[in-house]
């Protein structure tokens, strides 16, 4: 089966399947190993259509998980391509897209095997806190963006047991003024810009609230798919070292 990945997230679905052989067309921002010989089609936001149907692919995967895709979809759809669109919002999401992703490209029960070890690596790092540590999650530094309630963060916090500190918020993120921020009284601020070249601790650190900053690569957190275990081995480890008498102090 031929193959187009517009988001890095299902170019990363599609390589714990093992299939990026069949990638034709990919987006500029996916890394997953194998896809070298995949022709590049722009940015996620920015896809050339024409270059994506001259690929001649079988399936397009998109995912709405990055903000402004319907657009991309939209040109997808009408250039007459068969397109698998997904919208995770939480875990359980994430997972059930790997599911549906195995079973398009005809290997349901890889799909599944994948999913059930994304799930277990998650399950294993959770740790019981005297209280659940309250966690921000930094898209952008300026303005402050952060994730809010209907997003995966939420979810992959609670597996750690933790909390999101906007779990109250709705929507999948919202900007934020510097006294939102200090409002949510997070006990960990996590720096993960989405497209930044180099993630800064110190722009956050010097805003003075005197929270503990940890950076994960937008890799590790800003992708629904397996690739969310690095990020949350990399936030469990960075609650460990808050130490107990802090999180209960706050």
Do not use: Q, Y
């Amino acid at each position: 089966m031929r193959l187009a990945s517009l988001t890095a997230s299902n170019s990363d679905i599609l390589a714990a399947l093992g299939v990026v052989e069949g990638v034709v067309a990919v987006d500029n921002h996916s890394d997953a190993p194998g896809l070298e010989r995949a022709v590049r089609v722009g940015p996620d936001l920015n896809i050339d259509v024409e270059a994506v149907r001259l690929a001649r692919p079988d399936l397009v995967l998109a995912s709405l998980s990055v903000p402004g895709m319907e657009r991309v979809v939209a040109g997808v759809r009408a250039a007459g391509l068969r397109t698998l669109v997904l919208d995770p919002v939480s875990v359980p999401d994430t997972l059930r897209d790997i599911r549906e992703i195995g079973a398009a490209v005809g290997l349901p029960e890889r799909g599944e095997a994948v999913a059930a070890r994304l799930e277990a690596e998650l399950r294993a790092l959770a740790r019981p806190f005297p209280r659940p540590p309250r966690v921000l999650v930094e898209w952008w530094p300026r303005p402050i963006i952060a994730a809010t309630r209907d997003s995966w963060v939420t979810d992959l916090l609670a597996t750690l047991g933790a909390v999101n500190a906007l779990a109250e918020r709705p929507g999948r993120s919202s900007p934020l003024t510097l006294e939102e921020v200090r409002a949510a009284r997070p006990d960990l601020i996590v720096c993960s810009w989405c497209g930044a070249r180099k993630l800064r601790p110190e722009v956050i650190e010097a805003r003075g609230l005197g929270v503990p900053v940890a950076c994960v690569p937008e890799s590790g957190l800003g992708r629904p798919g397996p690739r969310l275990v690095e990020g949350a081995r990399l936030i469990a480890a960075a609650l460990a070292r808050l130490g107990l008498e802090s999180i209960t102090a706050r």
